[in-house]
T-cell receptor, first 114, second 118 residues
Framework: DAGVIQSPRHEVTEMGQEVTLRCKPI?????LFWYRQTMMRGLELLIY????????DSGMPEDRFSAKMPNASFSTLKIQPSEPRDSAVYFC????????????FGEGSWLTVV | AQSVTQLDSQVPVFEEAPVELRCNYS??????LFWYVQYPNQGLQLLLK??????LVKGINGFEAEFNKSQTSFHLRKPSVHISDTAEYFC????????????????FGQGTILTVHP
């Protein structure tokens, strides 16, 4: 079975540009998560969805960040405008509640804002 | 609020030696517990999980962990490590109370970097 698929794997962009990260969760999973990982702050939960509905977005750092899940097989995390401090690895993950909430991670999107 | 504490940020060990990575959790409700491993430049992979039943859980690559409810701990162990076990390890906890505020999401510890020396 395909795992969680993220794109792009690597992105380098200039400050002020819009960045869109994409995620395809594992088919049948009803939870989707966006995490950010940095050396300084470790692994942070930004937002998560249940059945395409945002449940908790308290981890979203500021209004420049937004996330959508238009259907069960696709989600985006958008940063507009991007800043150098947004440089991080962004992980998408998904889970199926009835399997004990085991979360499966994608390979990550490595973002560098210069 | 749920919290997960990994007591060691770095653990150096020699090849073929035993290792224990410590994890304590704090929760007012019953929890599911997990250990994930992250190799350099990769995503997190599930090592093992405790949902219910036997308190000793065996995972991939020879790792095991023991759930200790009285000590609110879930330490990860391996009797003999290999160079290839060098990675960062994350402990995580999630609420198992459907409908509870923490249901569905996991709280992660800060990670423990295991370095295995030849």
């Amino acid at each position: 079975d395909a795992g969680v698929i993220q794109s792009p794997r690597h992105e380098v962009t200039e400050m002020g540009q819009e960045v869109t990260l994409r995620c395809k969760p594992i088919s049948g999973h009803d939870y989707l998560f966006w995490y950010r990982q940095t050396m300084m702050r470790g692994l942070e939960l930004l937002i998560y969805f249940n059945n395409n509905v945002p449940i908790d977005d308290s981890g979203m750092p500021e209004d420049r960040f937004s996330a959508k899940m238009p259907n069960a097989s696709f989600s985006t995390l958008k940063i507009q405008p991007s800043e150098p401090r947004d440089s991080a690895v962004y992980f998408c993950a998904s889970s199926f509640a009835l399997s004990g909430n085991t979360i499966y991670f994608g390979e990550g999107s490595w973002l560098t804002v210069v | 609020a749920q919290s997960v504490t990994q007591l060691d940020s770095q653990v150096p060990v020699f090849e073929e030696a035993p290792v224990e990575l410590r994890c304590n959790y704090s929760s007012s409700v019953s929890v599911y517990l997990f250990w994930y491993v992250q190799y350099p430049n990769q995503g997190l992979q599930l090592l093992l999980k405790y949902l219910s039943g036997s308190t000793l859980v065996k995972g991939i690559n020879g790792f095991e962990a023991e759930f200790n409810k009285s000590q609110t701990s879930f330490h990860l162990r391996k009797p003999s490590v290999h160079i290839s076990d060098t990675a960062e390890y994350f402990c995580a906890a999630g609420g198992n109370n459907a409908g509870g505020t923490s249901y569905g999401k996991l709280t992660f510890g800060q990670g423990t970097i295991l370095t295995v020396h030849p």
